[in-house]
């Protein structure tokens, strides 16, 4: 069965602070692994989305890297700001589909 | 330059009611995806429709639950007859292409409350 998990389900940092998220996925076969954020009560924004052959992918202070071997994923956040609060969502697509595969997502709280 | 828009934002309705949702896709995108949101659990998929055709509607409960999108205008998410279970958040998300490797853009969803 096609699954992404999640973890943890929730963290709380101190502003300026790094922090990194993880994702672990059955999805098969592989096409692309994404990155969401997702402001309370509003849609999800891309962050980054990385195909088989990518490690890694930035954007801005948002760093993803991929490990299509072991199936697992991370979302590295560095100088953490009050903006960053949201949920974090890891999302897949299988090769062939346009159906995404949405993690339950990381509740992340920045606090000053 | 607008994003994908959905309305209404919230949406309350008496069980056995109808509900309709609307989605407008970006400007020159031509593939809609719905997706429902339960309370504490991730996105899934609903179904996936281009201009007048329905793609793949896998994801949809067999019944009281129906996806259109016309010609002209949104694409509407109707639920009939609606259950207290329905309640959740609804997104719609847009493309230019239905390739797998597509970008995908969401609305802000719609929160359907049954009570």
């Known amino acids: 069965k096609n699954q992404v998990e999640q973890s943890p389900q929730s963290l709380i940092i101190l502003e300026g602070k790094n922090c990194t998220l993880q994702c672990n996925y059955t999805v098969s076969p592989f096409s692309n692994l994404r990155w969401y954020k997702q402001d309370t009560g509003r849609g999800p924004v891309s962050l980054t989305i990385?195909?088989?052959?990518?490690n890694t992918k930035s954007n801005g202070r948002y760093t993803a890297t991929l490990d299509a071997d072991t199936k697992q994923s991370s979302l590295h956040i560095t100088a953490s700001q009050l903006s960053d609060s949201a949920s974090y969502i890891c999302?897949?697509?299988?090769?062939?589909?346009?159906?995404?595969?949405f993690g339950s997502g990381t509740r992340l709280l920045v606090r000053p | 330059n607008a994003g994908v828009m959905q309305n209404p934002r919230h949406l309350v309705r008496r069980r056995g009611q109808e509900a309709r949702l609307r989605c407008s896709p970006m400007?020159?995108?031509?593939?809609v995806y719905w997706y429902r949101q339960l309370p504490e659990e991730g996105l899934k998929f609903m179904v996936y429709?281009?201009?007048?055709?329905?793609?793949?509607e896998s994801g949809m409960p067999k019944e009281r639950f129906s996806a259109e999108f016309p010609k002209e205008g949104p694409s509407i998410l109707r639920i009939q007859q609606v259950v207290r279970g329905d309640s959740a958040a609804y997104f719609c998300?847009?493309?230019?292409?239905?390739?797998?490797?597509?970008?995908?853009?969401f609305g802000q969803g719609t929160r359907l409350t049954v009570v």
């Open positions: 999302v897949v697509s299988a090769r062939g589909s346009y159906k995404l595969i």
């Open positions: 429709l281009q201009k007048e055709n329905i793609i793949d």
């Open positions: 400007k020159g995108h031509s593939h």
């Open positions: 990385m195909t088989f052959s990518e």
């Open positions: 998300a847009s493309s230019g292409l239905g390739t797998e490797n597509t970008e995908a853009f």
